[in-house]
Protein backbone atom coordinates (compact mmCIF):
# COMPACT_ATOMS: atom_id res chain seq x y z
CA UNK A 1 0.00 0.00 0.00
CA UNK A 2 1.36 3.25 -0.97
CA UNK A 3 0.19 6.91 -0.71
CA UNK A 4 -0.41 9.60 -3.69
CA UNK A 5 2.96 10.13 -3.84
CA UNK A 6 4.41 6.39 -4.52
CA UNK A 7 6.28 6.27 -1.03
CA UNK A 8 5.07 3.84 1.36
CA UNK A 9 2.93 4.77 4.24
CA UNK A 10 3.82 6.75 7.88
CA UNK A 11 3.15 5.60 10.99
CA UNK A 12 0.62 8.03 11.52
CA UNK A 13 -1.60 6.54 8.20
CA UNK A 14 -1.05 2.93 9.71
CA UNK A 15 -2.82 4.09 13.31
CA UNK A 16 -5.63 6.11 11.36
CA UNK A 17 -6.48 2.74 9.26
CA UNK A 18 -5.75 0.51 12.44
CA UNK A 19 -8.28 2.50 14.26
CA UNK A 20 -10.72 2.61 11.31
CA UNK A 21 -10.61 -1.26 10.80
CA UNK A 22 -11.63 -1.52 15.30
CA UNK A 23 -10.93 -4.43 17.33
CA UNK A 24 -11.10 -8.14 16.04
CA UNK A 25 -14.36 -10.23 17.67
CA UNK A 26 -13.25 -11.75 20.80
CA UNK A 27 -12.44 -15.65 20.37
CA UNK A 28 -15.47 -17.55 22.38
CA UNK A 29 -14.49 -18.60 25.93
CA UNK A 30 -14.70 -22.06 25.20
CA UNK A 31 -12.41 -22.11 22.04
CA UNK A 32 -9.89 -19.80 24.02
CA UNK A 33 -9.90 -21.99 26.50
CA UNK A 34 -8.94 -25.07 24.87
CA UNK A 35 -6.06 -23.50 22.70
CA UNK A 36 -4.58 -22.52 26.09
CA UNK A 37 -5.16 -25.78 27.47
CA UNK A 38 -3.46 -27.71 24.48
CA UNK A 39 -0.15 -24.56 24.52
CA UNK A 40 0.48 -25.64 28.13
CA UNK A 41 0.30 -29.12 27.69
CA UNK A 42 2.64 -29.35 24.97
CA UNK A 43 4.82 -26.74 26.85
CA UNK A 44 4.54 -29.52 29.79
CA UNK A 45 5.58 -32.38 27.78
CA UNK A 46 8.22 -30.42 26.20
CA UNK A 47 9.79 -29.40 29.78
CA UNK A 48 9.58 -32.72 31.02
CA UNK A 49 11.09 -34.60 28.02
CA UNK A 50 14.15 -31.99 28.50
CA UNK A 51 14.28 -32.51 31.73
CA UNK A 52 14.35 -36.30 31.62
CA UNK A 53 16.91 -35.97 28.43
CA UNK A 54 19.16 -33.82 31.17
CA UNK A 55 19.00 -36.96 33.82
CA UNK A 56 19.65 -39.77 31.49
CA UNK A 57 22.23 -37.94 30.06
CA UNK A 58 24.09 -36.92 33.22
CA UNK A 59 23.70 -40.45 34.81
CA UNK A 60 25.33 -42.02 31.55
CA UNK A 61 28.08 -39.97 31.83
CA UNK A 62 29.08 -41.14 35.50
CA UNK A 63 28.64 -44.34 34.77
CA UNK A 64 31.17 -47.23 33.67
CA UNK A 65 31.56 -50.93 33.61
CA UNK A 66 34.64 -53.21 33.40
CA UNK A 67 34.31 -57.12 32.82
CA UNK A 68 36.00 -58.99 35.98
CA UNK A 69 35.79 -62.31 37.35
CA UNK A 70 33.93 -61.74 40.06
CA UNK A 71 32.97 -64.06 42.83
CA UNK A 72 29.36 -63.77 44.03
CA UNK A 73 28.25 -65.33 46.66
CA UNK A 74 24.27 -65.68 47.22
CA UNK A 75 23.77 -61.99 47.31
CA UNK A 76 20.32 -60.33 45.86
CA UNK A 77 20.08 -56.54 46.20
CA UNK A 78 17.59 -57.24 48.96
CA UNK A 79 21.06 -58.48 50.76
CA UNK A 80 21.07 -57.21 54.68
CA UNK A 81 24.52 -55.52 53.98
CA UNK A 82 22.64 -52.96 51.93
CA UNK A 83 19.97 -52.49 54.74
CA UNK A 84 20.60 -49.67 56.98
CA UNK A 85 21.21 -50.85 60.58
CA UNK A 86 19.15 -47.95 62.37
CA UNK A 87 19.85 -47.14 65.87
CA UNK A 88 18.79 -48.28 69.35
CA UNK A 89 15.04 -49.51 69.32
CA UNK A 90 14.29 -48.16 66.10
CA UNK A 91 12.03 -49.97 63.45
CA UNK A 92 12.73 -48.09 60.46
CA UNK A 93 14.86 -45.80 58.41
CA UNK A 94 13.98 -43.33 56.01
CA UNK A 95 15.62 -43.66 52.93
CA UNK A 96 14.21 -41.04 50.80
CA UNK A 97 12.45 -38.17 51.12
CA UNK A 98 10.62 -35.91 48.84
CA UNK A 99 8.92 -32.64 49.05
CA UNK A 100 7.21 -32.71 53.52
CA UNK A 101 7.87 -35.57 55.52
CA UNK A 102 7.56 -34.89 59.31
CA UNK A 103 6.83 -36.36 62.44
CA UNK A 104 3.32 -36.27 63.24
CA UNK A 105 4.63 -34.06 66.31
CA UNK A 106 5.96 -31.75 63.52
CA UNK A 107 9.47 -32.18 63.17
CA UNK A 108 10.48 -32.94 60.06
CA UNK A 109 12.38 -35.98 58.34
CA UNK A 110 15.61 -36.57 56.38
CA UNK A 111 17.31 -39.61 54.68
CA UNK A 112 18.77 -41.08 57.64
CA UNK A 113 16.24 -40.68 59.85
CA UNK A 114 15.83 -43.74 62.75
CA UNK A 115 12.31 -43.82 63.90
CA UNK A 116 11.19 -45.54 66.62
CA UNK A 117 8.17 -47.73 67.37
CA UNK A 118 5.26 -46.05 67.92
CA UNK A 119 6.09 -43.37 65.59
CA UNK A 120 3.61 -41.48 63.28
CA UNK A 121 4.63 -40.38 59.76
CA UNK A 122 2.65 -37.74 57.91
CA UNK A 123 3.21 -36.54 53.89
CA UNK A 124 2.11 -33.41 52.42
CA UNK A 125 0.43 -32.73 49.37
CA UNK A 126 3.77 -32.86 47.68
CA UNK A 127 5.56 -35.23 50.19
CA UNK A 128 6.68 -39.03 49.74
CA UNK A 129 8.98 -41.27 51.44
CA UNK A 130 11.06 -44.39 51.16
CA UNK A 131 11.35 -46.37 54.10
CA UNK A 132 13.23 -49.60 55.11
CA UNK A 133 11.42 -51.60 57.76
CA UNK A 134 13.58 -53.63 61.13
CA UNK A 135 12.66 -56.72 58.94
CA UNK A 136 14.05 -55.92 56.02
CA UNK A 137 10.94 -54.89 54.11
CA UNK A 138 10.62 -51.95 52.02
CA UNK A 139 7.97 -49.13 52.69
CA UNK A 140 6.74 -46.13 50.64
CA UNK A 141 4.25 -43.10 51.24
CA UNK A 142 2.59 -41.54 48.62
CA UNK A 143 1.49 -37.85 49.27
CA UNK A 144 -0.90 -36.49 51.83
CA UNK A 145 -0.53 -39.86 54.03
CA UNK A 146 -0.71 -40.29 58.03
CA UNK A 147 0.81 -44.07 59.20
CA UNK A 148 2.02 -44.86 62.33
CA UNK A 149 4.72 -47.75 63.02
CA UNK A 150 4.26 -50.19 65.52
CA UNK A 151 6.37 -53.10 66.82
CA UNK A 152 5.41 -56.05 65.00
CA UNK A 153 5.73 -55.13 62.43
CA UNK A 154 1.95 -53.47 62.62
CA UNK A 155 1.39 -50.12 60.45
CA UNK A 156 -1.68 -47.92 61.41
CA UNK A 157 -2.52 -46.45 58.04
CA UNK A 158 -5.54 -43.20 59.01
CA UNK A 159 -4.88 -41.55 55.78
CA UNK A 160 -3.80 -41.98 52.14
CA UNK A 161 -1.86 -44.56 50.30
CA UNK A 162 1.58 -47.20 51.43
CA UNK A 163 3.32 -49.85 49.01
CA UNK A 164 4.79 -52.49 50.90
CA UNK A 165 7.55 -54.66 48.99
CA UNK A 166 8.14 -57.10 51.76
CA UNK A 167 9.74 -59.92 49.47
CA UNK A 168 9.56 -63.83 49.40
CA UNK A 169 9.00 -63.88 53.18
CA UNK A 170 11.09 -67.13 53.29
CA UNK A 171 13.49 -64.94 56.10
CA UNK A 172 10.96 -63.11 58.16
CA UNK A 173 10.02 -63.46 61.30
CA UNK A 174 6.49 -62.45 60.82
CA UNK A 175 4.16 -61.11 58.50
CA UNK A 176 3.49 -57.24 57.91
CA UNK A 177 0.13 -56.15 59.32
CA UNK A 178 -1.81 -53.07 57.74
CA UNK A 179 -4.55 -51.55 60.35
CA UNK A 180 -6.91 -49.11 58.77
CA UNK A 181 -10.64 -48.23 59.98
CA UNK A 182 -12.34 -50.42 57.41
CA UNK A 183 -10.25 -53.52 57.89
CA UNK A 184 -6.61 -55.16 58.40
CA UNK A 185 -4.45 -56.16 55.85
CA UNK A 186 -2.00 -58.79 56.09
CA UNK A 187 0.74 -59.77 53.76
CA UNK A 188 1.92 -63.05 52.66
CA UNK A 189 5.73 -62.35 50.64
CA UNK A 190 4.01 -59.65 48.56
CA UNK A 191 4.60 -56.24 46.45
CA UNK A 192 1.02 -54.76 47.67
CA UNK A 193 -0.69 -51.47 48.01
CA UNK A 194 -3.42 -50.11 50.68
CA UNK A 195 -5.17 -47.21 49.87
CA UNK A 196 -7.44 -45.11 52.00
CA UNK A 197 -10.11 -43.33 49.14
CA UNK A 198 -12.84 -41.23 49.85
CA UNK A 199 -15.25 -43.62 51.70
CA UNK A 200 -13.29 -47.30 50.33
CA UNK A 201 -10.33 -48.73 51.23
CA UNK A 202 -8.26 -50.70 48.31
CA UNK A 203 -6.30 -53.19 48.80
CA UNK A 204 -3.63 -53.82 45.48
CA UNK A 205 -1.31 -56.37 44.39
CA UNK A 206 1.58 -56.99 42.33
CA UNK A 207 3.04 -59.87 43.58
CA UNK A 208 2.05 -62.71 45.73
CA UNK A 209 -0.94 -62.93 48.14
CA UNK A 210 -2.05 -60.48 50.79
CA UNK A 211 -5.32 -60.58 52.75
CA UNK A 212 -8.21 -58.62 53.92
CA UNK A 213 -9.84 -59.20 57.21
CA UNK A 214 -13.18 -57.80 57.36
CA UNK A 215 -16.47 -58.09 59.51
CA UNK A 216 -15.31 -61.32 60.86
CA UNK A 217 -14.49 -62.77 57.09
CA UNK A 218 -11.53 -62.97 55.27
CA UNK A 219 -10.88 -61.89 51.75
CA UNK A 220 -8.05 -63.33 49.53
CA UNK A 221 -6.51 -60.91 47.19
CA UNK A 222 -3.88 -62.56 44.84
CA UNK A 223 -1.30 -61.29 42.24
CA UNK A 224 -3.49 -58.86 39.51
CA UNK A 225 -6.55 -58.51 42.25
CA UNK A 226 -7.79 -55.25 43.95
CA UNK A 227 -10.26 -55.47 46.79
CA UNK A 228 -12.58 -52.38 47.46
CA UNK A 229 -13.98 -52.39 51.05
CA UNK A 230 -16.89 -49.77 51.27
CA UNK A 231 -18.20 -48.02 54.07
CA UNK A 232 -21.36 -50.50 54.22
CA UNK A 233 -19.16 -53.64 54.81
CA UNK A 234 -19.63 -54.71 51.29
CA UNK A 235 -16.03 -55.96 49.86
CA UNK A 236 -15.87 -56.74 45.89
CA UNK A 237 -13.07 -57.78 43.63
CA UNK A 238 -11.34 -56.18 40.50
CA UNK A 239 -8.79 -56.75 38.48
CA UNK A 240 -5.72 -54.35 38.59
CA UNK A 241 -2.57 -54.29 36.26
CA UNK A 242 0.58 -55.09 38.02
CA UNK A 243 2.62 -52.63 36.20
CA UNK A 244 1.29 -48.67 34.12
CA UNK A 245 0.41 -45.94 35.94
CA UNK A 246 -1.12 -47.39 39.17
CA UNK A 247 2.30 -47.98 40.04
CA UNK A 248 3.91 -44.80 38.78
CA UNK A 249 4.42 -43.26 42.18
CA UNK A 250 5.49 -46.25 43.94
CA UNK A 251 8.79 -45.78 41.05
CA UNK A 252 8.80 -42.17 41.83
CA UNK A 253 10.06 -42.73 45.11
CA UNK A 254 11.69 -45.61 44.94
CA UNK A 255 15.09 -45.97 46.88
CA UNK A 256 18.68 -45.81 45.42
CA UNK A 257 19.93 -48.67 44.13
CA UNK A 258 23.79 -48.17 44.68
CA UNK A 259 25.40 -49.83 41.19
CA UNK A 260 29.49 -48.87 42.48
CA UNK A 261 30.99 -52.05 42.79
CA UNK A 262 27.65 -54.25 41.89
CA UNK A 263 27.77 -56.78 39.11
CA UNK A 264 25.25 -56.07 36.10
CA UNK A 265 23.13 -59.49 37.21
CA UNK A 266 22.20 -57.63 40.41
CA UNK A 267 21.44 -54.46 38.94
CA UNK A 268 18.93 -56.68 36.87
CA UNK A 269 17.34 -58.19 39.55
CA UNK A 270 16.78 -55.14 41.23
CA UNK A 271 15.26 -53.39 37.98
CA UNK A 272 13.09 -56.67 37.78
CA UNK A 273 11.36 -56.31 41.10
CA UNK A 274 10.86 -53.12 40.98
CA UNK A 275 9.06 -52.43 37.70
CA UNK A 276 7.30 -55.79 37.11
CA UNK A 277 9.38 -56.59 34.14
CA UNK A 278 10.71 -59.59 32.98
CA UNK A 279 14.24 -59.65 31.76
CA UNK A 280 14.96 -61.93 28.82
CA UNK A 281 18.79 -62.29 26.97
CA UNK A 282 18.55 -62.43 23.39
CA UNK A 283 21.93 -63.92 23.60
CA UNK A 284 22.54 -66.74 25.81
CA UNK A 285 26.06 -65.40 26.34
CA UNK A 286 24.87 -61.69 27.66
CA UNK A 287 23.14 -63.97 30.60
CA UNK A 288 26.30 -65.63 31.50
CA UNK A 289 28.61 -62.38 31.56
CA UNK A 290 26.12 -60.62 33.59
CA UNK A 291 27.85 -62.11 36.83
CA UNK A 292 31.23 -60.62 35.39
CA UNK A 293 30.24 -57.38 34.62
CA UNK A 294 30.78 -54.74 37.44
CA UNK A 295 29.04 -51.36 37.26
CA UNK A 296 30.39 -47.71 38.50
CA UNK A 297 29.31 -44.68 38.74
CA UNK A 298 25.36 -43.74 40.64
CA UNK A 299 21.38 -43.54 39.26
CA UNK A 300 20.62 -41.85 41.81
CA UNK A 301 18.56 -39.42 39.85
CA UNK A 302 16.73 -41.70 38.05
CA UNK A 303 13.66 -43.57 38.11
CA UNK A 304 13.82 -47.77 38.28
CA UNK A 305 12.17 -47.44 34.68
CA UNK A 306 14.69 -45.10 33.54
CA UNK A 307 17.51 -47.01 34.52
CA UNK A 308 18.11 -49.37 31.66
CA UNK A 309 19.09 -46.28 29.08
CA UNK A 310 21.59 -45.10 31.31
CA UNK A 311 23.39 -48.30 32.80
CA UNK A 312 23.31 -51.07 29.77
CA UNK A 313 25.23 -48.84 26.87
CA UNK A 314 27.83 -48.75 29.10
CA UNK A 315 28.02 -52.45 28.67
CA UNK A 316 27.93 -52.31 25.47
CA UNK A 317 24.29 -53.56 25.57
CA UNK A 318 21.01 -51.88 24.36
CA UNK A 319 17.40 -53.17 25.42
CA UNK A 320 13.74 -53.13 24.28
CA UNK A 321 10.58 -53.41 25.84
CA UNK A 322 8.15 -56.35 24.80
CA UNK A 323 4.93 -55.91 26.68
CA UNK A 324 6.19 -56.84 30.18
CA UNK A 325 9.61 -58.24 28.85
CA UNK A 326 12.98 -56.27 29.04
CA UNK A 327 14.90 -58.12 25.93
CA UNK A 328 18.51 -57.32 26.12
CA UNK A 329 20.99 -57.38 23.39
CA UNK A 330 24.58 -56.68 22.24
CA UNK A 331 24.52 -53.26 20.40
CA UNK A 332 25.75 -53.31 16.66
CA UNK A 333 29.23 -54.34 16.36
CA UNK A 334 29.82 -54.86 19.86
CA UNK A 335 31.80 -57.70 21.25
CA UNK A 336 31.67 -59.04 24.50
CA UNK A 337 33.19 -56.85 27.16
Known sequence: MRNDSGSPPDDDTIA???????????????????VHSAVRAHWRAEVDAAARKRRLAWAAACIAATAAAAVVIGRGWWSREDRPSGAGESIATLLRAEGSVHLAGGGLLGSGDALAPGSGIQTGPDGRAALSLSDGSSLRL?????????????????????????GTGTARRAFLEVRTKMGVVRDIGTQFEVRLRDA?????????????????????????????????????SRAVPVLGPDWDWVLAIAPEFRIEGRTLGAYLDWVSRETGWRVQFADPSIARDASTIILHGSVATLRPDETPAAVLPTCGLRHRLSDSTLVIERQDGAGRP
Open 16 to 34: RLLGQAGRRPAAPTEREAR
Open 142 to 166: DSETGVRLAAGPVLDLDRGSVYIDS
Open 200 to 236: ELWVSVREGLATLARGGRSFAAPAGTRLVAGARGGVQ
